[in-house]
């Protein structure tokens, strides 16, 4: 019998096939293909699926093929050559505000009150290559090892006291019999200096008065500013220096290569170019956001003692601030004195990428009438390279690969076009970190520095000099300084080593405490002496004197320095008639 609905054969006389009757009745068909509505949800279902399939896929395979040149094409190769400009100049202005928070709370730490105690040993060898090679007569060279033994017996104690006036340091230098001769610094947080030596002169000695703008501990501790202003503020220049890109020309070029310290990377070099007009219209605009922003002006005035000593110039009087028409003024100065059109300066930015949008090295280009400047860095997790080089023959090298956490090498080199075409030095360093120590941080670890020199650059200086030839090998001279903190205790292990010249360590070990302690005033005006004036000679004289005097009666009762004197022919006796002269002089 047939369907009488659609024609279909039917079973057990049935007028209607299994299917219209199951549509009938509104039951699903074991296939799940429903009437109407339910239908039409399997298919948008299937729909759904499909697209997320094609999306994910899509996605998988932008992100491992097409993300950087899929991104160039949304936004366009100009937008996303500033984005990366944008990104590395906010990035390198969030490290300078973090450099400069780290180094003020070191200085801070240090600068803190408290009395440092330390005592110092050492122990120097002259190699017996040196003496022979200096050819000198054997009583001579007696005389040298015998000078060396005294200074190895030699014991250095200092006592240093911080507080809010400057810094005391007290070093007393004894040796096994009966010398003790003190020097005492005193370094005033005005930036005036000055030695006293109790056993020889009773005046104060002025030392060269530092500059209340040199860089020092207190000075640095002394630095005023707001890291989230200045960090706005920075960012702000970095906005304006990326926006001046919108007018550079674009270039993109495939499979291109840079290699900085032996390494090569390889992607896509984006290049964006100002013309020497564009150039000096960028740095123009940065100079004038410079201008007109005012915490600029509050951070640079606030430090400007110290800003101008750094830079080379006069800083204004202390009572005197720097004001807003005089920083304007500074900031013109300087953009004028760059020449930047007339000398036809041109920039470019130059970004090597990956295909998945990875930046895999950084180069600067800036090119005038007269040569060509390139700065090139690569950064990743285990090492930062970066390489200065005026038309590719002057400049320097500059690398940190980390072997593990607080270990690795620093690499410098310095290149010219001159001898020594290339020579630096190497730093290899080990255990490194921060600990604290007497209510600050101080660093430790091992570091040892030798100097770098391929072309044997050193050595043919030294055939050069007439220098003895044990110096031959200097270029194998190290440097291995290793701080460790042992409880309260702070060790220092120097050693110098110059194959077929010296060996010599040094051992210093500090502790100290907390808290206020007493550093004496200034000396009155009646008991200071500076020796560079004219009228110092009586006060020169006077040092000479007591110099003597002081020498003479240590001699009466110290055999190990009067050996010494008798080993370069000057007896003891001598010094006496000398010191007797002078007294009744």
């Known amino acids: 019998m047939t369907c009488t609905k659609c024609g279909n054969t039917t079973s057990n006389g049935e007028s209607l096939c299994e299917q219209c009757s199951g549509e009938e009745n509104g039951s699903i068909p ?47 190769k100009t937008k996303y050559a500033q984005n990366i400009e944008l990104a590395t100049a906010q990035e390198s202005a969030k490290q300078l505000v973090s450099i400069l928070d780290k180094g003020v709370g070191l200085a801070q730490g240090y600068d803190k009150p408290k009395t440092l105690n330390s005592a110092v040993q050492f122990n120097v060898k002259l190699q017996d290559q040196l003496l022979k090679d200096l050819n000198l007569p054997a009583e001579q060279s007696a005389a040298v090892q015998k000078t060396m033994e005294y200074l190895n017996s030699l014991n250095m104690s200092a ?296 072309n044997h650059e050193i050595g043919k200086y030294v055939e050069k000099s007439g220098l003895p030839a044990a110096f031959n090998q200097l270029d194998q001279a190290s440097l291995r300084m290793e701080t460790t903190l042992n409880g309260d205790e702070l060790s220092d292990h120097i050693q110098l080593d110059i194959p077929n010249v010296l060996s010599a360590l040094v051992v210093q070990k500090t502790s100290g405490t907390i808290g206020n302690p007493s550093i004496p005033s200034q000396p009155e005006p009646s008991l200071v002496v500076d020796l560079s004036k004219d009228e110092s000679g009586e006060a020169m004289n006077e040092l000479s004197i007591g110099g003597i005097k002081f020498l003479a009666e240590t001699l009466k009762k110290d055999p190990e320095l009067a050996a010494v004197f008798a080993a370069f022919g000057i007896p003891k006796e001598q010094i006496e008639i000398l010191a007797a002269y002078y007294a009744q002089a």
């Open 159 to 454: 006592k240093t006291l911080i507080n809010e006036k400057g810094t005391q340091t007290s070093l007393t230098i004894t040796d096994p019999s009966a010398l003790k001769l003190t020097v005492d610094s005193l370094v005033y947080k005005d930036g005036k200096t000055y030695i006293h030596i109790p056993e020889i002169l009773n005046k104060y000695l002025v030392a060269e008065s530092y500059p209340a703008s040199q860089v020092t501990p207190y000075s640095i501790s002394q630095i005023k500013y707001d890291p989230v202003k200045l960090q706005a503020s920075l960012d702000n220049l970095a906005s304006i220096y990326a926006n001046s890109l919108s007018a550079a020309a674009m270039k993109a070029e495939n499979d291109q290569s840079i290699t900085v310290d032996g390494v090569t990377v390889q992607g896509q070099r984006l290049t964006a170019s100002l013309t020497a007009p564009q150039t000096a219209a960028m740095v123009k605009a940065i100079a004038e956001a410079a201008k007109n922003d005012d915490y600029l002006y509050t951070f640079v005035s606030d430090n400007y003692s110290l800003f101008a000593g750094l830079a080379g110039t006069d800083a204004q009087a202390s009572s005197e601030k720097l004001t807003k028409e005089n920083y304007g003024k500074l900031i013109d100065e300087l953009f004028t004195s760059l020449n930047l059109e007339e000398d036809g300066v041109t920039f470019s930015a130059v970004s090597y990428l990956s295909q998945n949008g990875d930046l895999l090295a950084h180069s600067y280009e800036s090119q005038d009438n007269t040569g060509k400047a390139q700065l090139n860095y690569m950064i990743s997790h285990e090492k930062y390279a970066v390489e200065f080089l005026i038309d590719q023959k002057t400049g320097f090298l500059f690398t940190n690969t980390k072997t593990a956490e607080g270990t690795g090498k620093i690499h410098l080199d310095i290149r010219s076009e001159e001898d020594p075409k290339s020579i630096g030095i190497n730093v290899d360093y080990s255990g490194c970190k921060m600990v604290p120590f007497l209510d600050s941080e101080t660093l430790v670890g091992t570091y040892t520095v030798s100097l770098y020199d391929p």
């Open 30 to 76: 074991v296939n799940g293909a429903g009437p109407g509505k339910p239908r039409k949800i399997r298919i948008a279902i299937i729909a759904l699926i499909s697209v997320f399939v094609l999306l994910a896929g899509a996605v998988t395979v932008g992100k491992l093929f097409f993300n950087r040149d899929f991104m160039q094409l949304i936004q366009g």
